[in-house]
């Protein structure tokens, strides 16, 4: 069996000011007091990734950005690239959650290209996928996120450093979850896809997402084939990410 090593990162979406950056340090601070066995990104918002990956530089916290525009470089107000998340600091990037997808509407075609421009400009994307709550009721979970990853996972990932993050839209920001059957039964199916795939989908991390707080993370995380956690809310703050991050060991 391929081991996965788990990774527990945090999506800050648009949440915090200056003042913010200390949960960053005091999170790499405990850690690097007792290094955990699992990979740690936080997902700061753009304006901050710089100053904290600054200071979390020469800790084992990764630093990630939450979007990033498929070009280099252009006449696109108001966007960011790859190549200048990479520049500030960023090593991995979520793209397709769920905010983008809706709010942004961003489908499936434009996911791909930005996973293609995140492995250009050298960050690991973290690519999200996640049914909603009448695909789930009409028995459409499996068939909504096979077909999301199908279309947003394009094949130049091949071999390459990526994540899925498995978040239920209905569960995200709401304090609900699927069962831990239900978790199972579609990180499975997921599996099943990149394996498929991809010649390295045995060993890509396939995370879930939404409403894991320090008091549901040690179930989810040790459920089968859930290889951490993209954690919202609960990673705001140290003191609530930090046994969500211990939980997952
Ligand atoms: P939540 O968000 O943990 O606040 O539910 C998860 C996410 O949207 O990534």
């Known amino acids: 069996m391929v081991s996965v090593r788990k990774l527990i990162a945090g999506n800050w979406k648009m949440n915090g000011l200056s003042n913010q950056i200390v949960e960053a340090v005091t999170v790499a601070e405990d850690l690097a007091r007792n290094p955990p066995?699992?990979?740690?990104?936080?997902?700061?918002?753009?304006?901050?990734?710089?100053?904290?990956?600054e200071r979390l530089a020469r800790t084992i916290v990764e630093v990630g950005a939450q979007d990033l525009h498929g070009e280099a470089a252009g006449a696109f107000t108001g966007d960011t690239s790859g190549e200048m998340l990479h520049d500030a600091g960023a090593r991995v990037v979520i793209i397709g959650h769920s905010e983008r997808r809706s709010l942004h509407y961003e489908d499936d075609a434009v996911v791909s290209g930005k996973v293609n421009a995140a492995l250009r400009a050298g960050l690991e994307?973290?690519?999200?996928?996640?049914?909603?709550?009448?695909?789930?009721?009409a028995g459409q979970a499996l068939e909504v996120v096979s077909h999301q990853l199908m279309h947003s996972l394009p094949m130049s990932l091949d071999g390459r450093a990526f994540v899925v993050a498995y978040e239920p839209v209905w569960a995200i920001g709401t304090g609900l979850t699927p069962t831990l059957e239900e978790i199972a039964n579609m990180h499975r199916a997921i599996r099943d896809l990149l394996v498929e795939r991809f010649s390295n989908g045995a060993a890509r991390p396939i995370l879930y997402?939404?409403?894991?707080?320090?008091?549901?993370?040690?179930?989810?995380?040790?459920?089968?084939?859930?290889?951490?956690?993209?954690?919202?809310?609960?990673?705001?703050?140290?003191?609530?990410?930090?046994?969500?991050?211990r939980a997952a060991e």
Request: glycine fraction near 8%; include cysteine; hydrophobic fraction near 45%.
């Open 37 to 53: 066995k699992v990979r740690v990104a936080i997902c700061p918002p753009t304006i901050l990734v710089h100053r904290i990956a």
């Open 125 to 137: 994307p973290i690519i999200c996928v996640g049914e909603r709550l009448d695909h789930r009721e």
């Open 209 to 245: 997402g939404g409403s894991v707080k320090p008091s549901n993370a040690q179930d989810i995380l040790h459920t089968q084939d859930v290889d951490g956690a993209l954690v919202g809310g609960a990673s705001l703050l140290a003191k609530d990410f930090l046994p969500i991050i």
